[in-house]
């Protein structure tokens, strides 16, 4: 029996779960949240920077997935200065670099589905 079948719930940051995968992707998962970390994963990033590297998001929701990734402790936001124009960055912690190795095996998958059962397109 593995760890994640020992009780009939798991109990995250007073969230209950059914299973341990489903509080993996209450963390990680939509379409967004493993895009930003994956954009993190080699280097920190201003906000501008990560809005270039995902042109399919809207600033709201780049925002909105920014500020849940930081409240789950994935990311961490750095501002410096003390008036406009703030210079804010955006980089992994400790506990978001842990999904690195989670991140190379779907970017693997992803490259796979993309060569047997579809096609590399540039910009629309």
């Given at each position: 029996?593995?760890?994640?079948?020992?009780?009939?719930?798991?109990?995250?940051?007073?969230?209950?779960?059914?299973?341990?995968?489903?509080?993996?992707?209450?963390?990680?998962?939509?379409?967004?949240?493993?895009?930003?970390?994956?954009?993190?994963?080699?280097?920190?990033?201003?906000?501008?920077?990560?809005?270039k590297e995902l042109p399919g998001v809207t600033?709201?929701?780049?925002?909105?997935?920014?500020?849940?990734?930081?409240?789950?402790?994935?990311?961490?936001?750095?501002?410096?200065?003390?008036?406009?124009?703030?210079?804010?960055?955006?980089?992994?912690t400790d506990f978001g670099r842990s999904f690195?190795?989670?991140?190379?095996?779907?970017?693997?998958?992803?490259?796979?589905?993309?060569?047997?059962?579809?096609?590399?397109v540039n910009s629309l």
């Amino acid at each position: 029996m593995g760890i994640e079948c020992q009780s009939d719930f798991i109990k995250v940051n007073n969230k209950l779960y059914p299973c341990t995968v489903s509080a993996a992707m209450d963390l990680v998962g939509g379409k967004w949240k493993a895009v930003i970390l994956y954009h993190l994963k080699d280097a920190h990033k201003r906000y501008t920077e990560l809005r270039k590297e995902l042109p399919g998001v809207t600033e709201r929701t780049l925002s909105l997935q920014l500020k849940q990734l930081e409240e789950d402790e994935l990311i961490t936001r750095q501002v410096y200065g003390k008036k406009p124009p703030l210079k804010v960055v955006y980089s992994l912690t400790d506990f978001g670099r842990s999904f690195t190795p989670v991140l190379d095996a779907i970017l693997g998958w992803g490259n796979q589905i993309a060569i047997q059962k579809g096609e590399f397109v540039n910009s629309l």
